[in-house]
């Protein structure tokens, strides 16, 4: 998907440490990239905290300010300069709407605004645009959502990789490491997270220290609300005025909340703009997809200039098909679901269920399931062969036929898993595989549930009816290949382990092993529902 940057045309100076005050007394410090010979031209808005210089200065400072418009760069609370204690998605509303209260008394701004970056700078997006007003006229946002508390809870599940290498690499930021701290996050993370202590020393153990975010993720697990209130702005996406564009990855941690998301302004009646590329989180392709795209977006809707917009507003990459595709909507249009049913013997088809007995398999959290691969915040997220994680006895594999053509899936996926357990408190894991010919079984997606006592309701047997929610996809199985699916109880260090005791997800050391029993008859059809587009 090249985009290509139009011809340099300003020179840039730079206006360093511009003071913003907050209600509060706190002074946070900001950047102006300025167009040389443009008079009052488009602001973009960039608020983060990692930083305003270096990299980030250059790649959202420096390079939109030669192409014309003037880019205001604020490090966010507690952070490179700027005054108050980092709170994490905690003051990014009150810290915005002061910014832009700041930005309105400048005699260099002309009341036209946008707002771009990825990940915790798009959230800082959505925490002000459906209070901006009319003058914010664009946002450019990637692989970010409106709320992050469903990625940290996944499925009701804690996302303990990524929790904390986040809170490692915020750790890190105004060590003597600096940039070197992304890098070392990923290792001192698994390491930790693979020690056997319990959560709650896990920040020291991998950020050398205590980390209150951390902490806060841990203790807010159970009852959520009380936390996320005040950092949840997914309510209020449809309010949202500007134009929107949104840049995601197949493989990125935030995807289906991104894709919430686009379908909450769609049910509002707006038209933004989404692509999904065969990108992770951390992928240097999508972030040079995500500022070409960004630019295109800026040009079209704050200086009139459409050329760079495409005609049909989804673009997605089929993996497997090596394809870019445009579509006029998401979920694409044509797109059926079709149900893929458990089989006796490890089967997987399409066809009705059969009557037969139980699969069964036992998982002991002292001995977590590992996870292959999978969306984790640094790193790379790519797919992975699964082939060593299907030999374990705590992972049913469930396989279909060889493909006589090749057959594509492009949407959301969901699992529905009849389950008894030994225990109330347990977890379920289903992974979809591509298989091969060669027999190599690569993760295309996944998703996980937590499951607390009644909820689900068991029936009178003691069978649960499980849903999970995967990750979306666009990918092609080609002829000769074969889809299969996992049913475990673990993706290790991923997702934390349920130790199966219902016990505090911070302090909790007891463990009990869960007796499993996923069932496949056509009264109990466990199955994964797949979004078939037709030849």
């Avoid at 997270?193 to 896990?202: C, I, K, N, V």
């Avoid at 909820?455 to 990918?475: C, K, N, Q, S, T």
């Amino acid at each position: 998907m090249a985009i290509a940057w139009p011809r340099t045309a300003h020179r840039v100076a730079v206006q360093r440490n511009l003071p913003v005050p907050m209600p509060d007394g706190v002074t946070l410090l900001a950047d102006r990239y300025v167009p040389v010979g443009a008079v009052r031209p488009p602001t973009i808005l960039v608020r983060s905290p990692y930083g305003r210089r270096g990299v980030f200065g250059l790649v959202y400072g420096r390079a939109f300010a030669r192409r014309g418009f003037q880019v205001v760069m604020q490090s966010c609370r507690g952070g490179f300069g700027s005054g108050g204690v980092l709170d994490p998605l905690g003051d990014e509303h009150e810290d915005g709407m002061a910014t832009l209260a700041w930005l309105r008394r400048q005699s260099w701004y002309g009341g036209s605004l946008a707002m771009q970056g990825p990940s915790y700078l798009g959230y800082t997006q959505w925490a002000l645009a459906p209070f901006a007003g009319p003058e914010l006229r664009a946002m450019a946002t990637s692989v970010t959502a409106s709320q992050f508390r469903d990625a940290a809870y996944v499925g009701g599940a804690f996302a303990l990789e990524s929790s904390l290498i986040w809170t490692t690499l915020t750790a890190s930021m105004g060590s003597p490491l600096g940039g070197a701290g992304a890098l070392l996050a990923p290792r001192r993370t698994r390491r930790a997270a693979l020690s056997g202590r319990p959560l709650t020393e896990l920040d020291v153990l991998s950020a050398g220290r205590d980390m209150p975010f951390f902490q806060d993720l841990l203790a807010h697990h159970a009852e959520p609300a009380a936390y996320w209130g005040r950092r949840d702005f997914s309510a209020s996406v449809g309010e949202v005025g500007a134009e929107v564009t949104m840049v995601g990855g197949w493989y990125d941690v935030f995807l289906p909340w991104q894709v919430k998301d686009y379908m909450a302004m769609r049910a509002a009646g707006r038209r933004p703009y989404l692509t999904i590329g065969p990108w992770y989180h951390a992928d240097m392709r999508q972030m040079r997809a995500a500022a070409a795209d960004a630019l295109g977006w800026f040009r079209a809707h704050l200086m009139g200039d459409p050329s760079g917009l495409r005609e049909q507003p989804v673009r997605i990459y089929v993996t497997g098909a090596g394809q870019w595709r445009d579509y006029p909507d998401w979920p694409v249009p044509g797109m059926r679901e079709q149900r893929w049913h458990l089989r006796p013997g490890s089967g997987l088809a399409p066809e009705n269920p059969v009557e037969s007995e139980p699969d069964r398999y036992r998982y002991d959290p002292a001995h977590p399931t590992p996870a292959v691969g999978g969306p984790v915040l640094l790193g790379n997220s790519e797919p992975r062969d699964n082939r060593r994680l299907e030999a374990r006895r705590d992972v049913l594999v469930y396989t279909g036929p060889e493909l006589r053509r090749d057959t594509e899936m492009i949407g959301p996926v969901r699992a529905e898993v009849y389950l008894r357990s030994s225990t109330e408190h347990t977890d379920v894991v289903v992974r979809v595989c591509d298989v091969h010919p060669d027999g190599a079984s690569y993760n295309v997606c996944e998703g996980v549930r937590r499951l607390l006592p009644g909820a689900p309701v068991a029936d009178a047997d003691g069978v649960r009816r499980v849903e999970v929610d995967l990750w979306p996809i666009g990918h092609r199985f080609r002829r000769g290949h074969r889809i299969r699916v996992h049913v475990a109880s673990g993706a290790y260090p991923r997702i934390a382990r349920n130790l199966g005791t219902g016990d505090p997800l911070g302090t909790g050391s007891a463990m009990v092993a869960a007796r499993q029993e996923v069932f496949h008859d056509p009264s109990r059809p466990s199955a994964v529902i797949l979004p078939l587009i037709s030849p």
